[in-house]
């Protein structure tokens, strides 16, 4: 078995494996919709909100790009903060719908801060929106999103959220820090291969997607939100994703909320501090590092991180990520969220240990 | 378990289902990559194509819009030809882009006219795209998608075709017919769960997308194009259903296109013979009628299939479909597309036969 520690795909109980291959029905009839009725209700408390979540068959960018497209018109004044890759991403979204964004971007390893944050909005009372991720997965970092949240809304703007990668492992009250469109992906913190997008919608962000002029079909919200209350969704769902979305979220009512956000920050401090022990160096602080995913690196006594994870891929079955776009070749990742083990971090921490002594590194 | 005679999802070989169940690997990782080669090579025989053959995780809904905003422009002349719910659904995805539409619309149960496609494309010279479905699922009916083609192509027009319940249980003879840009979908002729839209390019079709001008991100082909040959995909794809594509189109290899589309040509005909000697109306013309999926009905007698079918769902475990937009409540469909054996069918036409007996239905 390999022991997959990346960002997304994560690896999956036997349990969840097992419903993917459940046979398949009829994806607009009682049986099926009373499965997508049980999942949109057993989303909620994960995200914290009484809000609608809607189950889009897509990747966690598609998510994304619902999100846009369904409350961002071309020609709207947008403010994108932007720590990392999928930070940029959100904006390339909204600048590929014509939006008029203003990017306010945070060196590679830091979380946005929130005073830069207040003095964009002060500048510029004609934005409407702002985009920002909760867990920036290229980085390893969590921002601060409930006081980036007060801002944004002190400024009565709307704003959307990439949460992709930290819920439900990292906590995101959705109502309680009045989050008006927030985005995750199956692959990330729900223990499930990848293949579908969660998408909470609040009032205010109903109202917004009422006024927004952008055309969409595929991701359109409301009719995803009108079909889904009728028990059904406008195009034929992953259906058996569904079946394993059902299973993992059963799981993870049994551990609940808190002990899973517990396990998963406990989780990030261990990896932390088995990071340094081996004398590697870690791209966030660690007052903001994520505790999904922690980026090692940058190198700069000529080790190669990509020559370190495919000896750790070939030699020891452990997958690693590498490094994005300008972080390409200078870092690599650990992923820990969802599902996962004392054990299996400590076999990866085994292999690196071992993997460095014969790549004879240097602290 | 369950007989599914829906025309999609449908049910899979045991095989397929299994390889749903792998467990997750590297999506930007070499077995990854591999995989996704071998099932872009292996698709190619069925499209009959030398094409690029662009797998999208999302509907065959996704995979129409794929196509539509890569390559017709707002304000672009087009003619959409529809015989049916999925040929008026293309119609609406264009508008909704911008797109300038002349729709040319036939009765239900009926295939376009090659003719009448001649005189619409005379009429009117500022038509760049033409937009047609091979197989409407809806009414159950097969367009005579080379004759359509021949024409559309003597006028030199781009042609976008809405395959999804037709390939590969359909000759669809993709590079022979030149066909520009075609869609078809997992769950469908493909033995497959729903999850994948199967996107085929040709040269003149990358032509009019590098002309395009409506934007796009999510659905970007030319994106999905270089992603792909470089053995990823831009977003996180379906890893599950990768694994079992891999395996069903092993299963299809070793059938062979031609033993395919025999085995659903003979099941369509005897499926209408049965449907006859029940004493029950078929709604298409059984000149064009659909080897995919065939339409049962309108009955005029006061029989109602949406009671039929519950009893038919209920007693017997038969899933049948029911009819969509305006056929709604007056037909019922029967599904055979993809991996089906003569005794399912045998055994849904027993139990429409005791269910019509039951219902005391009279010819």
């Not at 002190?154 to 959705?174: H, M, N, R, T, Y």
Request: charged fraction near 25%.
């Amino acid at each position: 078995m390999l022991n997959l520690r990346l960002p997304g795909p994560t690896s999956c109980p036997q349990e969840v494996l097992d419903a993917m291959s459940h046979h398949m029905v009829n994806h607009r009839g009682p049986e099926f919709a009373a499965l997508l009725k049980n999942c949109g209700e057993k989303l909620k408390p994960f995200f914290k909100t009484q809000n609608d979540i809607l189950i889009l068959t897509c990747s966690g960018t598609g998510g994304m790009e619902a999100a846009v497209v369904n409350a961002v018109s071309a020609g709207d004044k947008v403010l994108a903060i932007s720590i990392g890759v999928f930070g940029d991403r959100i904006s390339k979204i909204a600048k590929t719908y014509g939006a008029n964004v203003t990017d306010l971007k945070f060196p590679m390893g830091q979380a946005a801060d929130v005073d830069a944050i207040k003095k964009a909005l002060e500048a510029d009372p004609s934005i409407k929106t702002v985009l920002v991720t909760h867990n920036e997965t290229s980085t390893g970092v969590t921002n601060p999103l409930k006081d980036i949240a007060a801002v944004v809304k002190s400024f009565d703007k709307l704003i959307i959220v990439d949460a992709v990668s930290s819920l439900s492992a990292v906590a995101c009250d959705v109502d309680g820090w009045d989050l008006d469109i927030v985005v995750t992906g199956s692959q990330k913190g729900w223990m499930l291969p990848p293949g579908f997008a969660f998408v909470s919608v609040s009032q205010c962000g109903w109202q917004a997607i009422d006024q927004c002029t952008t055309p969409r079909f595929y991701f359109d919200l409301k009719k995803a939100r009108d079909t889904q209350a009728k028990g059904e969704t406008p195009w034929t769902p992953n259906v058996s994703l569904m079946f394993a979305l059902g299973v993992s979220l059963d799981m993870m009512e049994k551990e609940g909320i808190d002990a899973i956000n517990k396990r998963h920050a406990e989780m990030g401090a261990y990896i932390r501090s088995k990071v340094k022990a081996l004398g590697l160096p870690l791209l966030a602080d660690e007052q903001v590092a994520s505790n999904t995913v922690t980026a090692v690196g940058p190198f700069e006594n000529g080790f190669e991180p990509d020559a370190f994870r495919k000896i750790l891929n070939k030699e020891y079955n452990v997958v690693l990520a590498g490094g994005q776009m300008e972080l390409k070749g200078k870092i690599f990742r650990i992923g820990h969220m969802g599902w996962f083990t004392k054990e299996e971090i400590d076999e990866c921490f085994d292999a690196m240990a071992k993997t460095l002594k014969q790549m004879d590194y240097k602290v």
